[in-house]
């Protein structure tokens, strides 16, 4: 996976004291950078080499609490180590801070040094694999879309997240005015993830006051997680350093569309064509594509919970915010859970637009890539697509309507356990049941305002 530094230039800027920290990270349940800060001329001695964290960094929640009830790591099994294994081809530097370089890892047991099947970098990678055994690579782009809001982190949260303001006052959908006076948050989020090695194409204002939408160009599906992952943690800390804050919360007011991130793909062989792409085939589809997007579409609710891993990721899909509600295929129609892209050019993709701004890239891509492997294997049908508006098409597939429906129908699938092994199924099932027993025992503000006289 490229990073932008070799291990030897890291060396020769830690020798010249351009480089004096690298973030050695590791990829959490939650799609979140997690680790440790080095010396550089440590990490360049001996660190690379492999560190250590606590296990419980694959077994938390958002809160960072150690939840029990996973057999992976518990309090009786005493919470021991992972080994964090640098991966020397991911270095890069981060130029948003000072002196400062980064190195992603793969997380491995302890005692064995095999990956943690339940690490989302290790399940994304399994899945790579399966796909370029049959000679195919997954060429994947996800999208990034959040909101800018007026006032920083701690203030809002000293405010019990009342009064939030976005950055701007209407809809920025394409606005380049109102994007203008944004400039001093997004110029250093665009240059900067350039020159860590990220290529990042644009932003734009998205369909919302203060929405924004960051794009990357389209690369394997490793890299492309981790270019994902770190525009988030970039995103937020650049708007944290600007005094500003940012959100990847799916849907924040009830009165705002949501927020998503919608996944491209396709697969190209080994000398580097699309292999979706028939000329002679319906909407320049070959049958591998269609093989492809049936599987896709037929697990979909099997694997929504990996798109949408929390309460407040459902309360995204509603009728009219081009947030799809219905598991079906189209030709360019942003009303569809799957829509067709590059009709009849080489570009010629697949976009699954479920997944929500929340989502973790390597559950996501490792997901689809699971469902369109498990669809090329069967020779899966492909249904004709959708037309019109979808939201009112009757008879097709609803996406679950919430965690809990999405949690039972990840647990009850044996296509993904045969993909990822029952252990790492029952793993997030667990993760996705204790979102679920932290949501009900909450009382909400809406039940307070609406019960406190007149229930």
Not at 155 to 168: A, F, H, Q, T, V
Not at 328 to 339: H, P
Not at 407 to 419: G, H, I, P, Y
Request: proline residues 4%; aromatic residues 10%; contains cysteine.
């Amino acid at each position: 996976m490229p990073g932008n530094l070799t291990f030897d230039a890291l060396k020769s800027l830690v020798t010249s004291g351009e480089i004096d920290t690298v973030l050695v990270c590791i990829v959490d349940m939650q799609g979140r950078l997690m680790g440790k800060r080095f010396l550089a001329q440590h990490f360049v001695d001996s660190a690379y080499e492999e560190t250590h964290c606590c296990n419980y960094l694959l077994a938390t929640d958002l809160e960072m609490y150690t939840v029990e009830g996973y057999a992976a790591t518990s309090w009786s099994g005493g919470y021991g180590d992972y080994v964090m294994k640098p991966d020397l081809s991911t270095i890069r530097r981060i130029p948003w801070l000072e002196g400062t370089a980064m190195v992603v890892c793969d997380v491995l047991d302890h005692h064995t040094h095999k990956e943690v099947p339940h690490s989302p970098r290790a399940m994304l990678k399994t899945q790579v694999a399966r796909m370029n055994a049959l000679g195919l690579t997954p060429i994947m782009a996800t999208e990034l879309e959040f909101f800018l809001f007026e006032k920083s982190f701690d203030e809002l949260r000293k405010s019990g997240y009342r009064d939030m303001e976005p950055i701007s006052g209407y809809n920025e959908d394409y606005h380049i005015l109102q994007t203008t006076k944004e400039e001093d948050v997004m110029r250093p989020i665009r240059n900067g993830l350039y020159a860590a090695g990220i290529p990042v194409e644009n932003t734009k204002g998205e369909a919302e006051a203060g929405q924004e939408e960051l794009n990357i160009k389209y690369a394997p599906a490793l890299d492309t997680a981790e270019y994902h992952t770190i525009s988030k943690h970039a995103v937020k800390e650049i708007a944290w350093a600007k005094g500003r804050s940012a959100t990847f919360l799916p849907k924040w007011a009830s009165d705002k569309v949501g927020s998503s991130s919608h996944v491209h793909q396709s697969l190209f062989d080994k000398d580097g064509n699309n292999v979706f792409c028939d000329p002679d085939g319906e909407y320049g589809m070959s049958a591998l594509m269609q093989h492809y997007l049936a599987g896709l579409i037929k697990y979909a609710p099997d694997y929504t919970y990996f798109l949408a891993p929390y309460i407040n990721s459902y309360k995204r899909f509603q009728k009219g915010t081009f947030a799809p509600t219905k598991m079906v295929w189209s030709v360019d129609n942003r009303t569809a859970g799957f829509r067709l892209c590059g009709e009849g050019t080489k570009a010629l993709r697949i976009e699954c637009r479920i997944g929500g701004s929340d989502l973790n890239p390597y559950l996501a891509l490792a997901v689809q890539i699971a469902a369109g492997l498990k669809g090329i294997e069967d020779e899966l049908p492909l249904d004709k697509p959708t037309s019109g508006d979808v939201y009112e098409a009757k008879k097709a597939k609803e996406i679950p309507h919430t965690l809990r429906d999405a949690r039972e129908t990840l647990r009850r699938s044996k296509f993904l356990r045969e993909a990822f092994s029952d252990a790492v199924i029952d793993h997030y099932a667990r993760a996705a049941e204790w979102e679920i027993e932290e949501f009900d025992r909450a009382v909400t503000d809406y039940e307070i305002a609406r019960g406190f006289e007149r229930a």
